[in-house]
C-alpha cells in the first residue's frame, strides 16, 4: 500500500470539499479502493499506487478548473471526475483559449461546453438566424446571451436586444402587483440572470440605461428595424404565428438573430398552436438560417435534469403509442 499526500492551498477547501464534505464523497466514490482522508487544505490518499495515480491526475483537473473559475457545482465536480474522454474533459478545463466566448464577472469563464452548443457558436458564426430547440438545462438561452455579449464587445453589433413573449404560464399575470414593468420583469428574469453572470453590475446597469442592451416583451418589437443588433427571441415556442413572422420580419442589415424554443414547455391556450415549429419548417433551406437541435445530453444543470427530460420523454413515448393503438 502507498501514501501520497496532495496540497490544495491554491484553490478555497470549501469550494473543493463542498458543503457538508458533499463533493469530498463522491471523490470517495468515484475511487472507493482508496482511503482518502482529508486534513485542512490537505488530501491523504492511501491505496494501489495506480489508483492513486488516476485519482491525483483527476484531481488535478479538479484543481485547474478551481483555480481557473473560483467556484464549481457538485455537478460539474462530478462530470470532471467521471470524464474518461478527452474532448469531454477540454468542455471543462478551458485548455483552447479561443473556445472562451467570454469571460464573466469575477473571471468566470463562459463557453460552449457540449457537442451541441459548439454547432450553435459554429452556426452563430456563419449565418444571421439560427434557430436553436431543445428541453430544458440544455444551455440556448445561455450560450446565446454569451454570443450576444462576445458580439458587443468585439464591436461587431451596437446594441442587444432579448425578448421573450409574455406569456403565463398557470399564473395570472394581472393578478401580479406593480405596473406593467413589474408585473412583466419576472417572465424576463432569466435573461438577466444570464447577463449579470456575464457582465460588471455596473457596467451592465449603464448598457441598461443607455439601450445598448434591451430587455422588452416581444410586443415591444412590433413596427421596428432591429439594425446594427444581436436579437435573441427566447421562449419562442410560446409564440403563435403572426408573432414570429412579425419577429423575423424586424431584423435589419448587420443584424444576427438566435430563436431558441422548447417543444416540452408550450404555454399557450388549448386553442392557439406554436408558430415556431412551422417556421423551422417553411424555413428549413433558406441560406443563412441554420437549425441547431439539442438534446437532454446537452443538459449542464444539476445532474437530476437529465434523468428527469429522459424519464417525461419515456413516458411520452409510451404514452403516444398507447394512443395509436386506440
Known amino acids: 500500500m502507498t501514501e501520497t499526500i ?3 492551498e491554491t484553490v478555497n477547501p470549501i469550494e473543493f470539499f463542498g458543503v457538508n464534505n458533499g463533493k469530498l464523497d ?3 466514490k468515484k ?3 482508496l482511503k482518502i482522508l482529508s486534513r485542512g487544505t490537505q488530501l491523504k490518499l492511501s491505496g494501489a499506487p495506480e489508483q492513486i495515480e488516476g485519482a491525483r491526475e483527476k484531481i488535478d483537473l479538479l484543481v485547474q ?5 473560483g467556484h464549481m457545482s457538485e455537478n460539474y465536480f462530478e462530470q470532471i471526475l467521471g470524464g474518461d474522454d478527452e474532448k469531454a474533459i477540454d468542455n471543462f478545463m478551458d485548455r483552447n483559449p479561443n473556445d472562451v466566448l467570454v469571460y464573466g464577472s469575477n473571471g468566470k469563464t463562459v463557453r460552449a461546453r457540449t457537442a ?6 459554429q452556426a452563430c458564426d456563419k449565418n444571421d438566424i439560427v434557430f436553436a430547440i431543445g428541453p430544458a438545462g440544455t444551455g440556448k438561452t445561455y450560450t446565446a446571451v454569451a454570443l450576444a455579449v462576445r458580439a458587443l464587445k468585439s464591436k461587431l453589433v451596437k446594441k442587444i436586444i432579448l425578448t421573450r413573449p409574455a406569456v403565463e404560464a398557470g399564473e395570472s399575470l394581472g393578478f401580479l402587483p406593480g405596473d406593467l414593468k413589474e408585473k412583466i420583469d419576472p417572465y424576463l428574469r432569466p435573461l438577466y440572470d444570464a447577463l449579470d453572470d456575464m457582465i460588471p453590475a455596473d457596467k451592465l446597469g449603464y448598457y441598461m440605461s443607455t439601450r445598448t442592451i434591451e430587455i422588452a416583451p416581444l410586443a415591444y418589437m412590433r413596427g421596428r428595424t432591429l439594425d446594427n443588433a444581436f436579437i435573441i ?3 419562442a415556442q410560446n409564440t403563435n404565428d403572426l408573432q414570429i413572422k412579425m419577429f423575423l420580419t424586424r431584423i435589419g442589415p448587420n443584424a444576427k438573430a438566435i430563436i431558441t424554443g422548447d417543444p416540452t414547455q408550450i404555454d399557450l391556450p388549448k386553442n392557439q398552436h406554436s408558430g415556431l415549429f412551422k417556421a423551422t419548417k417553411i424555413l428549413r433551406n433558406i441560406d443563412g438560417i441554420a437549425h441547431i437541435e439539442l438534446d437532454e445530453e446537452d443538459v449542464v444543470r444539476h445532474k437530476l435534469v437529465k434523468s428527469i427530460i429522459k424519464a417525461y420523454n419515456k413516458f411520452d413515448e409510451a404514452h403516444t403509442r398507447e394512443s395509436e393503438k386506440k
Do not use: A, S, T
Not at 451541441?116 to 457558436?121: A, D, H, R, S, T
Open 65 to 69: 478548473y478551481l483555480q481557473r473559475n
Open 31 to 33: 475511487f472507493p479502493l
Open 6 to 8: 496532495i496540497n490544495l
Open 26 to 28: 463522491i471523490l470517495k
Open 233 to 235: 427571441l427566447d421562449e
Open 116 to 121: 451541441n452548443q459548439k454547432l450553435l457558436v
